[in-house]
């Protein structure tokens, strides 16, 4: 319970920021595979950024501890996540 509310104020930390109230879609996309793909194909996807791989591995560690949890409480944080999005967006 604790993760998920720290990842929702970063999220709106993120995108609701008054200085940049556009999403930025890679945003989006990490977000939604943080979720839901595997860990050796979120790692593929974090590539894209040359991250330092301190970073990755603590990427990664989170995203174990997300994936134990049920594919129906991560729908309800992606469900969340999108509503603030859609919000920030605006």
Do not use: H, W
């Not at 999220?11 to 109230?21: K, S, V, W």
């Not at 990664?60 to 994936?67: M, N, Q, R, S, Y």
């Not at 309800?76 to 859609?86: C, G, Q, T």
């Amino acid at each position: 319970m604790k993760l998920s509310v720290c990842l929702l104020l970063v999220t709106l930390a993120l995108c609701c920021y008054q200085a940049n109230a556009e999403v930025c879609p890679a945003l989006v996309s990490e977000l939604l595979d943080f979720f839901f793909i595997s860990e050796p194909l979120f790692k593929l996807s974090l590539a894209k950024f040359d991250a330092p791989p301190e970073a990755v591995a603590a990427k990664l560690g989170v995203k174990g501890c997300t994936d134990q949890m049920s594919l129906q409480k991560r729908g309800l944080i992606a469900e969340v996540l999108v509503k603030i999005l859609k919000k920030c967006s605006v």
